[in-house]
């Protein structure tokens, strides 16, 4: 096998997602729905790439920046507030950004925010002023606080960051929050947002100058094709051939449609896709501009 240091020239790319927690499914599932296939080690760390030259490496989501940032990794799947938190603690030393968003991938969303006691009210950035703030995310909190002109002190946890207000070691805390039920069982509620994050694909800031850049545009292309279908559907209907261009106005996200002649000259048979999500409503007002047997089929694959 090639050399793992990142200045060397290597044939294979490497993609960090995370081991074990709420990335991990969704991020495997996402790059075997790329076409992509693994042979397990037995440590089940490193997975070896079997339809192409495409290895996983397993491990915390923490650890991913790091990896890219030294090369070890060239791309990874983790969440923006990860990435971003590496980004902020850089800058805030003065060091350059190692890595980049290079797709948002639709899952794992939730927000950084800050939180208050139930009790008090919420007047603004200025209200934090002297407060003792904890959070895991030292360095997005201080870039925000740099911004508001807000002079607080920072409590650095790993963990269990909402019971620091009841246990006296800080006012109020900086957190991930997707449904809210973890703040509210802590007698807390969302004040201010200091990120809205989902999971990326993060990678190098320049392209590759070896066998991995034809790799990684590869695997883009099937990236991209697939988080395009996921809200896709192929409509299928028919009405006059008059009625068309008042039926097509109604499907701004869909792509140039097929139409087939089925009734002499009269009616057509419209092939389409869209690419929002095709509610009811969208399929009765449809049928109220003329169309008729309107059919919805999910789309599996597409290479354009
Ligand atoms: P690891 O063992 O890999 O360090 P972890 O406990 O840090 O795991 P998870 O709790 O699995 O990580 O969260 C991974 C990512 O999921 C977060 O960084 C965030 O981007 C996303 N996420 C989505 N919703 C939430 C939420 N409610 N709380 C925490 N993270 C969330
Ligand atoms: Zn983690």
New binding site residues.
């Given amino acids: 096998m090639s050399p793992v240091n990142g200045g060397a020239t290597r044939d294979r790319l490497r993609i960090a997602i995370?081991?074990?927690?709420?990335?991990?499914e969704p991020a495997r599932a996402l790059l075997a729905s790329c076409g992509l296939s693994w042979r397990e080690s037995r440590d089940k760390l490193f997975c070896y790439g079997e339809t192409l030259p495409v290895d996983l490496l397993l491990?915390?989501?923490?650890d991913i920046p790091g990896l890219l940032a030294d090369g070890v990794c060239d791309y990874g799947i983790?969440?923006?507030?990860?990435l971003e938190e590496q980004a902020a603690d850089r800058a805030l030393r003065g060091l350059p950004a190692v890595s980049k968003e290079v797709r948002p991938l639709g899952f794992?969303?939730?927000r950084l925010d800050i939180a208050i006691p139930e009790a008090q009210a919420w007047d603004g950035p200025q209200q934090l002023q002297g407060t003792r703030i904890a959070t895991s995310y030292p360095g997005l909190l201080q870039r925000w606080l740099d911004v508001e002109g807000v002079q607080a002190t920072i409590v650095n946890l790993s963990g269990s960051v909402e019971i620091a207000p009841r246990l006296g070691q800080a006012d109020v805390i900086c957190d991930?929050?997707?449904?809210g039920a973890?703040l509210t069982a802590n007698q807390l509620k969302p004040a201010v947002t200091l990120l809205r994050?989902?999971?990326v694909l993060a990678g190098p800031m320049r392209a590759f100058t070896d066998a991995r850049g034809e790799l990684a545009a590869l695997l883009l292309r099937r990236l991209d094709g697939v988080l395009r279908l996921r809200d896709s559907r192929l409509l299928m209907f028919q009405s006059s051939r008059a009625g068309v261009p008042a039926l097509l106005k109604l499907l701004p996200d869909a792509e140039p449609p097929t139409l087939l002649q089925v009734d002499g000259a009269e009616t057509v048979a419209l092939q389409v896709l869209c690419h929002g999500e095709m509610t009811w409503q969208r399929l009765e007002d449809l049928k109220h501009a003329g169309a008729a047997g309107l059919m919805v089929l999910p789309v599996e694959r597409m290479l354009a």
């Fill in positions: 995370q081991k074990s927690g709420r990335l991990s491990v915390r989501d923490d983790v969440g923006r507030n990860v794992g969303g939730c991930l929050v997707s449904s973890t994050s989902e999971a």
